[in-house]
């Protein structure tokens, strides 16, 4: 799928102290593209993940998905789109913790679109041999990886990822970084990531960098755009 947002804001409160945490946001994400967004705490990355997630109200301005504006669709279309189109990656993970790896991820097949079948999707994950665990029983990054591949399996057309590698350390994160690149050339998923993370930067088609609710600097990264 691909993004479009114009002159996007958002405001938080009410009187006196309603504030605008966004500012006026416009900016395109193509159709498998990866897209990195960087910027201080409060920056407001959070917030315009959440309103691409369709989980936060939009108060002026548009997000369009694939030619049609978010704000248009009706309730029932809005959580079909949540459903059906988007994947969502946490920093800790959200793992159904009484259920196994392989349960987890089948858990959400629901729509019976998986790209991949369930036994060759947890292959590419990397967790085979750990497919029978518990939650508890797996490292931060294999945790990770579950929760990439439950994703996954509905194959979203924009998978989410807030601050996928926050909990993890340098070694894990730059596996699960490597993870989602594999995700976005095997499947052609568009990414839009939210960290922290400076090591993202050389993957991503696009990086924005927020600062007080505006994108204070873009950068494209020419050779990966041009490479399809
Ligand atoms: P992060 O920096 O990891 O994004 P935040 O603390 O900024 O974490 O926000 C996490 C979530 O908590 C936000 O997405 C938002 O929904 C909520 N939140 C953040 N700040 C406030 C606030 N001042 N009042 C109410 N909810 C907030
Ligand atoms: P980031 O993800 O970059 O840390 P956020 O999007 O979480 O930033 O937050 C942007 C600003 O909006 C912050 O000042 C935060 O306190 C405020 N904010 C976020 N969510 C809420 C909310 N639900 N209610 C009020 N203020 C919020």
Redesign the pocket.
């Known amino acids: 799928m691909y993004l479009e947002i114009r002159n996007l804001k958002k405001y938080y409160g009410e009187g006196e102290s309603r504030t605008e945490v966004l500012k006026g946001i416009s900016c395109s994400i193509g159709k498998g593209q990866i897209c990195v967004l960087l910027g201080p ?2 920056s407001g ?3 315009l993940l ?1 309103m691409i997630g369709g989980i936060e109200k939009i108060d002026e301005g548009e997000i369009i998905v694939d030619g049609k504006p978010l704000a248009n669709l009706e309730k029932r279309e809005l959580s079909r789109y949540r459903r059906n189109e988007l994947g969502f990656v946490f920093q800790f993970y959200n793992l159904v913790p009484n259920l196994t790896v392989k349960e987890n991820i089948e858990v959400c097949e629901y729509l019976s679109k998986s790209p991949l079948p369930i036994d060759e999707l947890i292959k590419t994950l990397g967790l085979w041999e750990h497919k029978d665990k518990f939650p508890n029983q797996l490292s931060g990054g294999q945790q990770q990886r579950c929760a990439i591949g439950r994703a996954l399996v509905k194959n979203p057309g924009i998978l989410l990822c807030d ?1 996928p590698t926050g909990a993890l350390d340098y070694k894990t994160s730059k596996e699960i970084l490597e993870l989602i690149e594999t995700v976005n050339k095997k499947f052609n998923t568009t990414i839009i990531i939210v960290t922290h993370n400076d090591a993202i930067k050389n993957m991503a088609h696009k990086v924005m960098k927020l600062h007080d609710g505006m994108i204070k600097k873009e950068y494209i990264n020419e050779s990966l755009v041009s490479a399809g």
């Open positions: 705490s409060g990355k959070s917030t959440n601050e």
